[in-house]
């Protein structure tokens, strides 16, 4: 009997054995396991590219940026512009954006804020309307702009003989409330350059009315941009495009007889 007892202890010692081996062998594989992944894992982590549109500490000043502008305007006048790697800025831009300047211009075919300043994808935040006013969209298009990606330069750019204010200072009544719409935006200006300018320069005062109009505007009626330019983080320069010169030149925020 002693000796069955004896066999049948031994037996059940060889199993808890075999069973504590494989225990261990299970748990050194699964720490394995577990290693192998965070090394992966600390691998693919010290190769990812820093994202590059990530908010800088310090933007340029805006005076900087308007001056880098009109660098560009000069190399566009003189037909000297950049060759830019666009596949190479595509593929850079494809994970997020963080241009420094907003450009509110006119939707006029012959005035694009990207080829008059020399500029290419990722640098300008553009809003364009007919005659460069901002209704409802076009404020809250720039708003999210100044709150999300805090540019310093608000750049209002009209132009020589725009379509907008040539008709707004017709007086006729529009086709479409749509267009009604734009003209009603701009009658303050034309109202404002009657009463100094001759009837002969009534279009082009009332284009230069109309971009001092346009920053007034987006200053009455958005207080995300009055608050940034109240706070000094944003600044708004008021511009107009020379159809022929390809010039673009900065105006007297002031607007009368300036």
Not at 139 to 161: C, N, R, T
Request: include cysteine; hydrophobic fraction near 45%.
């Amino acid at each position: 009997m002693t000796g069955i007892i004896s066999t049948g202890n031994l037996r059940i010692c060889k199993i808890f054995a075999i069973e504590e081996l494989v225990m261990n062998r299970s748990l050194f594989f699964l720490a394995t396991l577990l290693s192998i992944s965070n090394l992966a894992l600390a691998q693919q982590s010290a190769a990812a590219p820093a994202h590059h549109h990530a908010p800088a500490t310090a933007k340029p000043s805006a005076d900087k940026l308007w001056t880098d502008l009109l660098a560009g305007n000069e190399r566009f006048i003189s037909g000297k512009t950049h060759a830019y790697n666009v596949v190479a800025l595509r593929r850079e831009l494809a994970s997020g954006q963080q241009p420094n300047v907003i450009v509110l211009s006119c939707s006029d075919s012959r005035v694009a804020p990207e080829l008059v300043f020399d500029h290419s994808l990722g640098d300008l935040f553009v809003v364009r309307t007919a005659g460069n006013v901002a209704d409802l969209v076009g404020l809250g298009s720039i708003e999210y702009a100044v709150d999300h990606m805090h540019p310093p330069l608000l750049v209002v750019l009209g132009h020589q003989k725009c379509g907008a204010v040539t008709a707004a200072c017709s007086g006729e009544k529009m086709p479409s409330r749509n267009l009604e719409a734009i003209v009603d935006k701009i009658d303050p200006a034309v109202t404002q350059a009657k009463t100094y300018a001759k009837s002969d320069n009534l279009i082009e005062s009332a284009i230069k009315e109309n971009v001092h109009q346009s920053a007034k505007d987006l200053l009455a009626n958005s207080e995300i941009i009055r608050d940034a330019v109240t706070a000094g983080k944003l600044k708004v320069i008021e511009a107009e495009y020379e159809l022929e010169s390809g010039q673009v030149v900065r105006l007297n925020p002031s607007g009368g007889q300036n």
